[in-house]
């Protein structure tokens, strides 16, 4: 079966500070990869998703960006937190050519300060 | 732009009795349809989807229901239980790689 994790669970982090969220996916091959934000009483923002290594579409301009430097890994970063970047990440991940159904990961808490 | 909207914020039933989540779209090229279940600090639990071929899907205790014609999504949870309790987001695409969630709505079951 697949299995998504997401590390760290909780992140406290000054404004400025630099930023890397890790996400990765096993059990499955060439997954597309999906990194959203979720602000307080809001739905779920796509930040950005991958189809392959390497290759990243971006959805929102922002001080964000995302890599894959392997098929079932997917790294969010920042190199200066914003206040406003506070929010709660998921990564999510989806069978290519399957369904459109993705599958989320156990999220990231993200407190700028 | 908010293309899927979900207007209740809140929505509380007593258990046993039937739990309706509604969800509104505007874009009409959409073709999937997706309910997602969320607990506090957790990731979204996929629970039900249809496609735009469809108008209703089963699954166990959940249907959701689909009016092309309204641009319109429902889930109906029958009988709701306390474990539901949840935060329900429903979700909308035309696209692979292009899902757009509503803001939820925060479902409390009564014992």
């Known amino acids: 079966s697949q299995t998504i994790h997401q590390w760290p669970a909780t992140l406290v982090q000054p404004v400025g500070s630099p930023l890397s969220l890790e996400c990765t996916v096993e059990g499955t091959s060439n997954p597309n990869l999906y990194w959203y934000r979720q602000a307080a009483g809001r739905g779920l923002q796509l930040l950005f998703y991958s189809v392959g290594i390497g290759q990243i579409s971006s959805e929102v301009p922002q001080n964000l960006s995302a890599s894959r430097p392997q098929d079932r890994q997917f790294i969010l970063s920042s190199k200066k937190l914003l206040l406003s970047d506070s929010g709660f990440y998921l990564c999510?991940?989806?069978?290519?050519?399957?369904?459109?159904?993705?599958?989320f990961g156990p999220g990231t808490r993200l407190l700028v300060l | 732009d908010q293309q899927v909207k979900q207007n209740s914020p809140s929505l509380s039933v007593q258990e046993g009795r039937i739990s309706i989540l509604n969800c509104d779209y505007t874009?009409?090229?959409?073709?999937?349809f997706l309910w997602y279940k969320k607990y506090p600090a957790e990731g979204p639990t996929f629970l039900i989807s249809?496609?735009?071929?469809?108008d209703k899907n089963e699954d166990g205790r959940f249907t959701v229901f689909l009016n092309k014609s309204a641009k319109h999504l429902s889930l109906h949870i029958v009988p709701s239980q306390p474990g539901d309790s949840a935060v329900y987001f429903c979700a909308a695409s035309q696209r692979a790689n292009d899902m757009r969630f509503g803001a939820g709505t925060r479902l409390t079951v009564k014992p």
């Open positions: 999510a991940w989806r069978r290519q050519g399957a369904s459109e159904t993705q599958y």
């Open positions: 874009n009409s090229m959409f073709d999937y």
């Open positions: 249809i496609s735009s071929i469809k």
